[in-house]
């Protein structure tokens, strides 16, 4: 084999490589999951009954006759009862909500980073990836110590005279933001640091030698610059955030349900795994749509993420 020959194939097996990931750890799943969701429910183990199981492929009446006969009450369900759609919902605002506070403490976060002398940068972002050294379950469980009536928070503003009762954030939206803005923080922070780090700084240069004050020239430099950054951070932040269960149930109570909490509860509680299947289906439909427009947007500046 010639070496030119030999080069194309490893070209060819490292392209095939991310394809192969691809395939096994999404499309595969994600075809058992649709499968399981025009399922029908069953109290047997595994409880539900596929409803594939002896169709052939390669007749095509046969095919036909069982696209016709699909059984779509699951995803019926989802849009007849108000708790799923309203969950959706729910789940995409405090979402949006936690990228929106997420990307105003973050990117100010990651300027300063991407701005401190080169010998402090790596310290700074190891404290920005300290947190993850420590299990998530404490982290949030720390919060609720800090949160809950006549906790840390409480106790340090009425002793600072700042409020006079406490604020019973515990069980509220307020606490459930709290928490997912502290839990996805770094996750916005580190590609908006990535992006701002390789920042031309002979632009600003340029630009200030044009006459252009500091903020005019991080609204036409650095602002434009860093958009691939945000665009990674805001996906990274809100794809996790829609289907976040553990800080909505322990920081929100009872009250707060998002769409996580109602698919855990189908799987594990219920037992309903075709409704569960649905219910996961969806919401990755809703989540494919914002990373379409994150590939949209990197093709409109020429693939420069």
Known sequence: MSEAASGKGIRRLVVAVPYLWLLAFFLVPFAIVLRM???????????YAPH?????????????????????DNFRLLADDALYWQSYLYSLRIAGLTTLLALAIGYPLAYAMASAPKNWRGALLVLVILPFWTSFLIRVYAWIGILRPDGLLDAALIGLGLTQEPLRLMNTEAAVLIGMVYSYLPFMVLPLFAALEKL??????AAADLGARPWTAFLTVTLPLSIPGVLAGCALVFIPAVGEFVIPDLLGGPDTIMIGKALWTEFFSNRDWPL?????????????????????????????V
């Open 37 to 47: 969701a025009f399922s029908h429910a069953d109290t047997a183990l595994p409880p």
């Open 52 to 72: 594939f199981a002896g169709l052939d492929f390669a007749n095509f009446a046969a095919i036909g006759e069982f696209l016709a006969a699909l059984d779509l």
């Open 200 to 205: 031309d700084r002979s632009l600003l240069e």
């Open 276 to 304: 569960a299947s649905a219910v996961a289906v969806v919401l990755l439909i809703l989540l494919v749509l914002p990373l379409a427009l994150l590939q949209r947007a990197r093709m409109a500046r020429g693939g420069a």
